[in-house]
């Protein structure tokens, strides 16, 4: 079993819809999660994290957090063209991060 | 400048060459990473450094060798490397070790023929 598993997508969504991204982890001891977009040919950047059980929400992006359950998600309102992107989901335990394979997403216009 | 920054920015390399990358961070971190991504990989965690000290090295064969002289700059020395080490090698900081997010270099594009 891996670590931190998404599904690799590519996951498309037309331009307006919520796109959702989902991610679950293996680690019961895992602490801090964050989801990252990197663009093709470019780094990961960072857009969210959340240490807690719930939602959390910044702009158009929500990430949820379910501990009991193992996994984390991130949900984009309003997609866009521009959020074409890989999105990786990565899981901290203790003094490492594991990142998982990211998911494609691709926004229609 | 700003953030964290890599160079060079591509690179192409033969088997018997010896090169090396340098990262420089701008935000006051103490803690530098050294991460291999591959084509349909996950990000590979290679080194970490905190205030100066390595305290991760995840198994990387001895042709790559990391050096970190102060909280600001990160080297990864390359030397006898094999053609599946092609891949982008990519530089991150964060404030300390641990549950922190990493903030990203635009990374090394690295070809070894």
């Known amino acids: 079993q891996k670590e931190v598993e998404q599904n690799s997508g590519p996951l498309s969504v037309p331009e307006g819809a919520i796109a959702s991204l989902n991610c679950t982890y293996s680690?019961?001891?895992?602490?801090?999660f964050f989801w990252y977009r990197q663009y093709s040919g470019k780094s990961p950047e960072l857009i969210m994290f959340?240490?807690?059980?719930g939602d959390k929400e910044d702009g158009r992006f929500t990430a949820q957090l379910n501990k009991a359950s193992q996994y984390v998600s991130l949900l984009i309102r309003d997609s866009q063209p521009s959020d074409s992107a890989t999105y990786l989901c990565?899981?901290?335990?203790?003094?490492?991060?594991?990142f998982g394979a990211g998911t494609r997403l691709f926004v229609k216009a | 400048e700003t953030g964290v920054t890599q160079t060079p920015r591509h690179l192409v390399m033969g088997m018997t060459n010896k090169k090396s990358l340098k990262c420089e961070q701008h935000?006051?971190?103490?803690?530098m990473y050294w991460y291999k991504q591959s084509a349909k990989k996950p990000l590979e965690l290679m080194f970490v450094?905190?205030?100066?000290?390595?305290?991760e090295n995840n198994s990387v064969p001895s042709r790559f060798s990391p050096e970190c002289p102060n909280s600001s700059h990160l080297f990864l020395h390359l030397h006898t490397l094999q053609p599946e080490d092609s891949a982008l090698y990519l530089c991150?900081?964060?404030?300390?070790?641990?549950?922190?997010?990493?903030?990203f270099g635009p990374g090394t594009r690295l070809t070894v023929t």
């Open positions: 991150a900081s964060s404030q300390d070790e641990g549950s922190y997010e990493q903030y």
């Open positions: 680690d019961r001891g895992s602490q801090s």
């Open positions: 959340i240490y807690s059980n």
């Open positions: 990565a899981v901290n335990r203790g003094f490492k991060t594991i």
């Open positions: 935000l006051g971190h103490n803690a």
């Open positions: 450094y905190n205030f100066k000290e390595q305290t």
